[in-house]
């Protein structure tokens, strides 16, 4: 039989796509409950709501699963699965939605969209801005339509408020797509002047109402500093990253491009490279980004979306049916190329949580369950000791039995918030760094500690 790219290629394609990615977030479930993920799991199941925070009210979305678990009474471990598969199960749903619109350039870079984003990104499914670049994208299919009813209206509208309230870096993946559909229906519409008083609107909403936290993202607050030390030695480095971590997106940019160049679309060709640039300027404008980094892959996340949409609708499309289909199993093999290299991208995770792991084992031989270690006992190069180490170890020590749980904290907690009432308050739990609870604060029936003080926890590596 010919193999031939069409649907039923797309559907099979996607469905082991997903099969995959879920039995991923099933296997390293513990390790995907790192620094936000477990704030925002640990605060939804404990208060039985959606913990939504800066006006992001698309975290519901990412707390979904987890949120309806508890409130079926689930145990604490399938919660944990079920939080780590959630953002699987969402971007599935989006895919099948393309599939649904016969959108097939758009299915495709939904999936690239989960895949094209740097490895170390698997540890941290919470994240707001992914959910919202997937909104971003459908918004996009939406726009390929010739004739838009009202409903299509309405859909583009509730699509790109939820985009823009996703995070401040969206903006600019609204406006690209904005700038690509002006450009491509070569007019300014009255869906584009609805599109231009949103993202205006929303702007001065969010100025208005900024907080120090967003505000640092995109550098509206701190004068975008670091771009004012740009020299060559940091081009350099942002060079060699993007190469290193980002050559598939560079790749694609580069072949978007060249189509371009030879279908005389220029103009576009500029929207795409020179937002591409700006989004990379805009990540530095605040902190140098010029290093891998958890934090840089969350913050360079929309330059997967600035390079994927472009190639699939204007490259990956326009193409003869031989030539796309060796296009497509180019990619599905850059695909499973990624898959090979997920497991050892997060093994210092790994790690990590086998560490955890041993030290809420060493706690269990003691009477108690509030304990303090000194991580300069065990620190290594994976332990990566964070200000959730609370809220991880509490969620770790429940999930094998209510009576299981632990609080423990480290040394480095203890000296920030410079609290001697941990050691004297038999009520106190510390929840995270500054943030303290008490025991009648905590949902009983997954959070149950014994009343006592933290004690000095002996642990060595």
Same mark, same amino acid.
């Given at each position: 039989m010919?193999?031939t790219f069409?649907?039923k290629?797309?559907?099979?394609y996607?469905?082991?796509?997903f099969l &995959?990615q879920?039995?991923?977030?099933? =296997?390293?479930?513990?390790?995907r409950?790192?620094?936000? *993920?477990?704030y +925002?799991?640990? $605060?939804?199941?404990?208060?039985?709501?959606? *913990?939504?925070?800066h006006?992001?009210f698309?975290l519901?979305l990412?707390?979904?699963?987890?949120?309806?678990?508890?409130?079926?009474?689930?145990?604490?471990?399938?919660?944990?699965?079920?939080?780590?598969? $959630?953002?699987?199960?969402?971007?599935?749903?989006?895919?099948?939605?393309?599939?649904?619109?016969?959108?097939?350039?758009?299915?495709l870079?939904m999936?690239?969209l989960?895949?094209?984003?740097t490895?170390?990104?698997f540890?941290?499914?919470?994240?707001?801005?992914w959910?919202?670049?997937?909104?971003?994208?459908?918004?996009?299919?939406?726009?390929?339509?010739?004739?838009?009813t009202?409903?299509? /209206?309405?859909?583009?509208?509730?699509l790109?408020?939820?985009?823009?309230?996703?995070?401040?870096? $969206?903006?600019i993946? &609204?406006?690209?797509?904005t700038?690509?559909?002006i450009?491509k229906?070569?007019?300014?519409?009255?869906?584009?002047?609805?599109?231009?008083?949103?993202?205006?609107?929303?702007g001065?909403f969010?100025?208005?109402?900024?907080?120090?936290?967003?505000?640092?993202?995109?550098?509206w607050?701190?004068?975008?500093n670091?771009?004012?030390?740009?020299?060559?030695?940091?081009?350099?480095?942002?060079?060699?990253?993007l190469?290193? +971590?980002?050559w598939?997106?560079?790749?694609?940019i580069?072949?978007t *491009?060249?189509?371009?160049?030879?279908?005389?679309?220029y103009?576009?060709?500029?929207?795409?490279?020179?937002?591409?640039?700006?989004?990379?300027?805009?990540v530095?404008?605040?902190?140098?980004? $010029?290093?891998?980094?958890?934090?840089g892959?969350?913050?360079?996340?929309?330059i997967?979306?600035?390079?994927?949409?472009?190639?699939?609708?204007?490259?990956?499309?326009?193409m003869?049916?031989?030539t796309?289909?060796?296009?497509?199993v180019?990619?599905?093999?850059?695909?499973? +190329?990624r898959f090979? @290299?997920?497991?050892?991208?997060?093994?210092?995770?790994?790690?990590? =949580?086998?560490?955890?792991?041993?030290?809420?084992?060493?706690s269990?031989k003691?009477q108690?369950?509030k304990?303090?270690?000194d991580?300069k006992?065990?620190?290594? /190069?994976?332990?990566?000791?964070?200000?959730?180490?609370?809220?991880?170890?509490?969620?770790?020590?429940?999930?094998?039995?209510?009576?299981?749980?632990?609080?423990i904290?480290?040394?480095e907690?203890n000296?920030?918030? @410079?609290s001697?009432?941990?050691f004297?308050d038999?009520s &106190?739990v510390?929840?995270?760094?500054f943030?303290?609870?008490?025991t @009648?604060?905590?949902?009983? @029936?997954?959070?149950?500690?014994?009343?006592? =003080?933290?004690?000095?926890?002996?642990?060595?590596?």
């Open positions: 010919k193999f069409n649907k290629t797309v559907l099979i996607g469905g082991l796509f &995959i879920c039995i991923f977030a099933i =296997v390293f479930y513990r390790e409950l790192f620094t936000d *993920c477990s +925002y799991l640990l $605060n939804t199941i404990n208060s039985g709501w959606f *913990c939504i925070m006006q992001r698309i519901g990412a707390e979904l699963l987890p949120f309806i678990g508890s409130h079926l009474g689930l145990p604490l471990k399938a919660l944990l699965i079920l939080f780590s598969l $959630n953002n699987v199960l969402f971007f599935g749903v989006m895919f099948l939605i393309m599939l649904k619109r016969n959108d097939l350039p758009g299915a870079a999936t690239a989960l895949a094209f984003a490895l170390n990104l540890v941290a499914p919470i994240i707001e801005i959910y919202g670049a997937a909104f971003a994208i459908l918004l996009y299919s939406i726009l390929q339509k010739e004739l838009l009202k409903m299509d /209206y309405l859909w583009i509208a509730l790109e408020i939820t985009v823009l309230f996703s995070h401040p870096e $969206n903006f993946l &609204i406006g690209f797509f700038l690509l559909d450009q229906k070569k007019a300014f519409t009255r869906l584009h002047a609805m599109m231009v008083v949103i993202i205006i609107a929303c001065i969010k100025y208005l109402t900024l907080d120090s936290y967003e505000g640092a993202k995109v550098g607050d701190v004068g975008f670091y771009l004012k030390q740009i020299n060559g030695s940091w081009l350099g480095s942002i060079g060699l990253l190469i290193h +971590y980002y598939v997106l560079l790749l694609l580069f072949l *491009c060249i189509n371009y160049i030879i279908t005389k679309q103009f576009r060709g500029v929207i795409v490279f020179f937002t591409f640039v700006a989004m990379i300027a805009l530095n404008s605040v902190e140098a980004n $010029n290093v891998y980094s958890l934090y892959s969350v913050m360079y996340l929309p997967v979306s600035i390079a994927v949409v472009p190639f699939f609708y204007d490259t990956f499309r326009p003869k049916d031989k796309k289909t060796i296009a497509f180019l990619f599905v093999l850059v695909i499973g +190329y090979y @290299k997920q497991p050892k991208a997060i093994s210092s995770w790994t790690a990590r =949580v086998g560490q955890l792991e041993r030290i809420i084992s060493a269990d003691e108690g369950s304990f303090m270690v991580s006992k065990y620190a290594k /190069y994976y332990s990566k000791i964070e200000w959730s180490y609370p809220m991880e170890t509490l969620l770790l020590s429940a999930e094998r039995g209510n009576g299981m749980a632990r609080s904290i480290t040394d907690d000296s920030q918030m @410079k001697t009432a941990i004297s038999t &106190i510390v929840w995270r760094q943030d303290i609870k008490h @009648k604060d905590l949902n009983p @029936k997954y959070f149950r500690l014994q009343s006592g =003080v933290y004690k000095p926890l002996d642990f060595k590596e």
